[in-house]
């Protein structure tokens, strides 16, 4: 860590951080300029705390220099975490595909769908229980019925399942759940992401609309600290002023992970910009930048989808985005 | 709403489309022009669901003129909401100061600082019981503790108080609680909102980061929606590409949110900024753009604070910001 | 157009609209709600001044539903633009790769560079000799002599040379220059876009650090309008509040550019990222996202560039990088 | 400047590193961690390129701890600067009001239009002859009868006045000009910022769009550099996600400016929001935040006019604004 001292800060003052700063076992380096000394803060500075820093009176500027996160960070676990999924694997060579819709309407639905994803190729079937909307008066999922409908589709395909908790109160009935999604806009839900680190399912962890790579590290930091290593990280478009498309899909996001974390990362073009005739390009472009995996919205008859239709693929185009998903993944050494 | 077709659509399709907006007892009407058709319907769209239109092949865009909020909607409800906080009022005329500091530490901090707080003007008592932390390995409160204390300063200065709700299974604490504060991240919990709905308390509803004012306002109508009406608006700065302050204070918010809605709203300067030098000049800028309130960080020692120091500011320095505040609140006939 | 008008507007007024509408013989079809009345405006609005419009009083919304711009439109040029510069052409099937380094620093330095590129396979080389620097007091290019390098490298290479206007005082400088790049910090510089309108040379016209995809069709408009219809679009990173990346790459351009455009656009994931080690999976993402090109920054020895080096790739990892390019192409049905 | 090396880096690397920057007369300190080594840089770091650095391949993060202006810093130079134009001064205790339409549109309309706000109160005229316009298809001004207009209106009111140079190659035309004013589109064109700092007339220097206030500074620093003093900033609004007002309207930057820059800061409400109903509110925010002018779009007839309609203020409301700024001004001793 590194500590910009004021120009007017007495030696004094100074002296008594240093001080303060060798108490809790640091080591500590001064470099005195004409304009400001600079205190290089070196040992195991992520106990502290960068706020109470900033409130002394003689910092000018207070800046991290290692990362904040250490059990997620790569630099601590430099093998890439593989997530085994009841047998299904995703992370390292192994590629994912979630598909489904947003929402389960009906037993046929979730059932023709599960059926259709898993011949174009799909290993995972996504579809919303309980769905968070924007306004109240909007369809906020089938709940605890449409639980027991995406375990129908499940007994029936064999394919595991992927489904959003909003509160920890539902958690009792997710037991049959096989990855429990964390959406975007409990990224930051702490008390939920506390309580998932002692549960024993990997977690699905998107990335909230406007937070950082950093911040999203250190929600998966909140997960593996209370045990829970299997996290799996969703990259869903983040909030710019761009408003072409719903949001701005971050395919940078795919190769920069793999540089700080171990753990896997899949995409999801279909929330990241809102329109399902973007899916199949960006689809592509996140297998050769490097995701593990893929996570795509597909409905029998997107017109009539009670959420989230205009960023649905019918099975048939799912079908034809498979067929280049799995040469690319091949041209990537994935395994699929 | 606007549905504008593709050039593309066939008479058939629009006909189709028609006839099912009007199945819903609206009223379409047709404009062809030679490169689209655009149909304007009108009637109670709020429960049309947008996405499903986008879905439509015909669609090309599809756009609300209404605002989709209903019981928030300075429209239907002329009058400015006033919430009576225990007979402390806020919006309309009456100014609410809500001071305090980030955590509560301890009981000689937390009643200290609601003396001077009160001394000096403030209305509000706020502390922070259970906090919100980006890193798992920061200091996340006294919780129980915390409230205990606040509860002891209440009763010691007469203050109402303020404190965040973090977790559904955390609300059987606030019974003594005066003000129930959701945070910027829970802005779109959508269940912790629908819950509080039930509740007879009033809800301090602050901003998300990344949140546009229509979004906000559809969370305060899912508090409404259930019954609850005493929502008071709180904002705190947004994320944007600016990192000289912690966050963009959008003071723009104060007279559009007047213009859109009969809620209250006060302003956030310590969380909008995270730099106590710019809290005394934002505070008086948020009361002549015609906030009802603040919310300010005080903390008897900054330095030593356990959270959010580098932007609370000492009681001394509190003291000075209300003579300031007292003055423009007269000035713009507002009783504090 | 769409003109929601408020539930306060007379009758009276908002005929004198339609008239007023009408006699610039536009159609105007009105739609009459409980809460407000809506205007379907119909015929050639891309005169009419939408801010204008907003001003009239009794105006609520107001919105385009058409485009703005005309000759950059795809509904109106279904055909892709391929732009031919001087035998080699880019947009359609053929995949242009404009490499080489940020700044040209010695003749040594640019025939180097322009013959390890060439060897890798790119077909055009760029090179700054202008460069716009956010501190005056840093290296601002070899100017006139930085051109007389470029134009020995092509000379040598055979390849077409692209390089930065920065000003239309230097334009006669350029007549050997083969495509005049517009800097994304120029993107909304008029007076120059409409000069390069009465040129006849293609212009790479890079998108705004913070430009909206319309914006950037605009501008290219701009340059149309004054009869030079070669533009090429070059997508390279918008400002967001992430920082882990120097910009965000808008890969979402890529195929959303072919659905409202038919002219070409390569992309740039130097300046997009500020990384060389995103930049390989970076490329190939664009290539398979449907770009029509590639912009990559390469320097012989990127610790001592005088710019840029952070974002810089060797001639060794740029052959690399060209080996997916190609095989990816291949897969695409483009021609390199 | 502090450059964190890689954990791989080896110790000759990093000795080779601090010999290159012992040569450049600077000083360095080394700080040894477990998982870095941290090198802290005194001395005249303004020169050091940053990006070079970075380019090193055992640098994993370069930060600067000094901001890299020097003339603009109020370090350096800790009086406020007051700017004075032909007699009217702007800054420190001198508040400037600058007035007018968006563009000049007839004789009557601009000496119509000095000669209210002149009564108001406003103490200069501002009124724009070349026109940025997104569109090829809009009004762009005037141009030199637009000139001769203000100037008559200077002539008839003794206002001083304020425009907008769009291109160097107009520069002639702007010797009777007070305040040459470089928009937001324009604010990193380095070539002109260049050549203005050899020209002797007050710049007012609009942000960016998009700018950080460290690149705003650095913008200032060009023109500075070149022996032009002269320069007052003016906010006017940057681009968010928000997309309720045109820009989001930074506040902040008021008192934020003071601590980091010695030159006047001037706010636009009216480009900020593009709303002529938040213009009051906000005006008189940033008196109380420490402004040292305004400037505000004032149109007899809003509806008619030729461009930013929706964001100007009649004259009468233009008047009931001043009346507010006047009493605030003399609250904050303010001279107006």
Known sequence: MIIVCKNTASQEKINALIKELEDKSLQVHCSIGTLSTILGVVGDTSKLDIEALEANEIAEKVQRVSEPYKLANRKFHTEDTIVDVNGTKIGGGFFGVMAGPCSIESEEQIIGCAKSVKAAGANFLRGGAFKPRTSPYAFRGLKERGLELLLLAKKETGLPIVTELMSLEHLDLFNDVDVIQIGARNMQNFEMLAELGHCNKPILLKRGLANTIEEWLMSAEYIMSGGNEN??????????????????????????????????????????????????????????????????????????????????????????????????????HKII
């Open 231 to 332: 996290v799996i990280l969703c990259e869903r478009g983040i909030r710019t002023f761009e408003t072409a498309t719903r949001n701005t899909f971050d395919i940078s996001a795919a190769p920069l992970i793999h540089q700080l974390t171990h753990l896997p990362i899949i995409m999801d073009p279909s929330h990241a910009t809102g329109k399902s005739s973007l899916i199949k390009p960006l689809a592509k472009s996140a297998v050769v930048a490097g995701a593990n995996g893929l996570m795509i919205e597909v409905h029998p008859n997107p017109e009539k989808a009670l959420c989230d239709g205009a960023q649905s693929v019918t099975p048939e185009a799912f079908a034809d985005i498979m067929n280049d998903v799995k040469t690319l993944c091949h041209f990537e």
